[in-house]
Structure formats: structure tokens, C-alpha cells
């Protein structure tokens, strides 16, 4: 059995998450209560259920203030009893969640006659802290479209069907906002930007030009090296400490060439090491 915890701030993306799993063969349950949680399990495995069946629960902020606090214990429980449990958490940056409360005109869970929309957002993500300090893979939606959203999530859990820890290496651009989501995060601004090279500026570190400017290079070149002897040494321990997720954010300036390129190579690099290595350029929109 495979148990895939949901949680997060409303409007981060919870309910497309849930709509992804349950369209790749997920049992989805969306807003149980947290104490329930661990007579769920009793209840599907005493029916039997087999190993390879996959369940994906969703645990939100209108639980009980003290369950939501007990809820780590609830993980370390279900896991010693050896259940396959992993907990993914969304959110996305307070302008974001505004903007999209105020697109939609929904109704935040949280608020009343003394509780504005802001403050609810506040609130939640209070009462959601001791679930988001658990979590095994964070999700920054605020940079994402419905439809990569989507992806991302079918991208990331259904690349956990494979055994070991499922890297993600994120090119980004600072100047767009920081990458939340990532675990590391290596600053490659210090190298030389074809942002200021006319024929390459409308281009990206995809493209052959850009690759050939930045290859020549010997600080492009030492970078790559040492990141990848970083991975290369540290990815295992990561590995052997059960972590199921890991996210490595690449960023530049724009989000365009340099971080682009550079996150492209590691791919190339490490992927024959490690047997699951996904690639995302945060800014490039197709």
C-alpha cells in the first residue's frame, strides 16, 4: 500500500493534485480529518487491500488545532508500522494567493465576520506549520499554470514509482522570485550572462549559441564541475537518510540562459548515476 499525504495553504493547488492522482489511479479522499488518519489504514488493510494499491489523502487547515500539532507523531506512527508514507505540501506566496482568491471569488475556509482574507492566509499557514515541517517534497505553485501544475505533480509522483530518491533539477531566475521549493540551490550569476551579447539575448541555454558562449569558458566550466562533484558526492547521503524527494534549483538572473544551461549539463552529468533525474526550466514557458 501507498499512502501520498496532500496538505497545504488553500489555493496552492490541492485539489488539482488530488484530481491528478485520482486521473493516474490514485484513491483520493479529500479534506479527512487528521485523528482519522490512522484508523483509515487499520480499515483498508483489514479488507485486505493489496500491497500495490495507492491511496492519496487530503489533510487541510479546518481540522482540529490540536490534531493539526499531533500530526507528525501520526506520520512517525504510520511509518513505523512500515506503510509506504510520503506527504507532499503546496503553497504558493501571499500576492498569489490573494490574486487567485480574488480571480475565483471564492470563499477562503477561514473566514468570517472578524477574519479578512489576508489574515486567513495568516492563520493557515500557522496551523499548517507543523505539517509543512515534515514534508517530504514542497510545491511552490506560485510560478505555475493550472497545466503545469498538473504536470509537475504527475512528473514527480509518478516518477516515485521507480525505486530510489526522484531529483528534480530547476533551472529559475531570481529576479522572478526565489525558488521556495527547492532543498539546494546554487547561485550561477557570478558567470559570464549572454543576456549581454545582442545575438544570443532572445535565445535561451538551450540553444547550440548560447551553449557554445558559455563552454568557452573556464569559469563555466569550473562551476559545472564542482556542482556536479557536489551531487555526485552528497546525492547518495541524502539517499541513505529515506529522503523521496529532492529538488535542486539552478538560478541566474533571468532565468534565460546561464542557470538554463548550466541545470541542462548536470542532467546530462548525473543521470546515468542516479536512477530517476527529472529537468524543469521554471521560466521558459512553452
Given at each position: 500500500?501507498?499512502?501520498?499525504?496532500?496538505?497545504?495553504?488553500?489555493?496552492?493547488?490541492?485539489?488539482?493534485?488530488?484530481?491528478?492522482?485520482?486521473?493516474?489511479?490514485?484513491?483520493?479522499?479529500?479534506?479527512?480529518?487528521?485523528s482519522?488518519?490512522?484508523?483509515?489504514?487499520?480499515?483498508?488493510?483489514?479488507?485486505?487491500?493489496?500491497?500495490?494499491?495507492s491511496?492519496?489523502?487530503?489533510?487541510?487547515?479546518?481540522?482540529?488545532?490540536?490534531?493539526?500539532?499531533?500530526?507528525?507523531?501520526?506520520?512517525?506512527?504510520?511509518?513505523?508500522?512500515?506503510l509506504?508514507?510520503?506527504?507532499?505540501?503546496?503553497?504558493?506566496?501571499e500576492?498569489?494567493?490573494?490574486?487567485?482568491?480574488?480571480?475565483?471569488?471564492?470563499?477562503?475556509?477561514?473566514?468570517?465576520?472578524?477574519?479578512?482574507?489576508?489574515?486567513?492566509?495568516d492563520?493557515?499557514?500557522?496551523?499548517?506549520?507543523?505539517?509543512?515541517?515534515?514534508?517530504?517534497?514542497?510545491?511552490d505553485?506560485?510560478?505555475?499554470?493550472l497545466?503545469?501544475?498538473?504536470?509537475?505533480v504527475?512528473?514527480?509522483?509518478?516518477?516515485?514509482?521507480?525505486?530510489?530518491?526522484?531529483?528534480?533539477?530547476?533551472?529559475?531566475?531570481?529576479?522572478?522570485?526565489?525558488?521556495?521549493?527547492?532543498?539546494?540551490?546554487?547561485?550561477?550569476?557570478?558567470?559570464?550572462?549572454p543576456?549581454?551579447?545582442?545575438?544570443?539575448?532572445?535565445?535561451?541555454?538551450?540553444?547550440?549559441?548560447?551553449?557554445?558562449f558559455?563552454?568557452?569558458?573556464?569559469?563555466?566550466?569550473?562551476?559545472?564541475?564542482?556542482?556536479?562533484?557536489?551531487?555526485?558526492?552528497?546525492?547518495?547521503?541524502?539517499?541513505?537518510?529515506?529522503?523521496?524527494?529532492?529538488?535542486?534549483?539552478?538560478?541566474?538572473?533571468?532565468g534565460?540562459?546561464?542557470?538554463?544551461?548550466?541545470?541542462?549539463?548536470?542532467h546530462?552529468?548525473?543521470?546515468?548515476?542516479?536512477?530517476?533525474?527529472?529537468?524543469?526550466?521554471?521560466?521558459?514557458?512553452?
Amino acid at each position: 500500500m501507498r499512502l501520498l499525504i496532500i496538505s497545504g495553504r488553500s489555493g496552492s493547488g490541492k485539489s488539482t493534485a488530488l484530481n491528478v492522482l485520482e486521473d493516474i489511479g490514485f484513491t483520493c479522499i479529500d479534506n479527512l480529518p487528521a485523528s482519522l488518519l490512522p484508523t483509515l489504514i487499520r480499515q483498508v488493510r483489514s479488507h485486505g487491500e493489496k500491497d500495490e494499491n495507492s491511496y492519496a489523502v487530503s489533510i487541510d487547515a479546518r481540522n482540529d488545532q490540536d490534531d493539526l500539532q499531533e500530526f507528525p507523531d501520526f506520520v512517525v506512527a504510520l511509518r513505523q508500522q512500515g506503510l509506504d508514507c510520503e506527504l507532499l505540501y503546496f503553497d504558493a506566496d501571499e500576492g498569489t494567493l490573494l490574486k487567485r482568491f480574488s480571480e475565483t471569488r471564492r470563499k477562503h475556509p477561514l473566514t468570517d465576520d472578524q477574519t479578512d482574507l489576508r489574515a486567513a492566509i495568516d492563520q493557515e499557514s500557522e496551523l499548517l506549520a507543523p505539517i509543512a515541517s515534515i514534508a517530504d517534497l514542497t510545491i511552490d505553485s506560485s510560478h505555475l499554470s493550472l497545466h503545469q501544475l498538473r504536470d509537475l505533480v504527475k512528473k514527480r509522483v509518478a516518477g516515485r514509482e521507480s525505486p530510489g530518491m526522484a531529483v528534480l533539477l530547476q533551472s529559475f531566475g531570481f529576479k522572478h522570485g526565489p525558488a521556495n521549493d527547492c532543498d539546494l540551490v546554487f547561485d550561477v550569476r557570478c558567470l559570464p550572462n549572454p543576456h549581454w551579447n545582442q545575438s544570443l539575448r532572445a535565445l535561451t541555454g538551450q540553444d547550440e549559441a548560447v551553449a557554445e558562449f558559455l563552454s568557452g569558458h573556464e569559469d563555466v566550466r569550473d562551476m559545472l564541475d564542482d556542482i556536479e562533484s557536489y551531487l555526485q558526492r552528497w546525492l547518495p547521503k541524502f539517499a541513505d537518510d529515506n529522503r523521496s524527494y529532492m529538488t535542486i534549483g539552478i538560478g541566474c538572473t533571468g532565468g534565460q540562459h546561464r542557470s538554463v544551461f548550466i541545470a541542462e549539463q548536470l542532467h546530462q552529468r548525473i543521470e546515468a548515476t542516479f536512477n530517476n533525474v527529472q529537468l524543469r526550466h521554471r521560466e521558459l514557458r512553452k
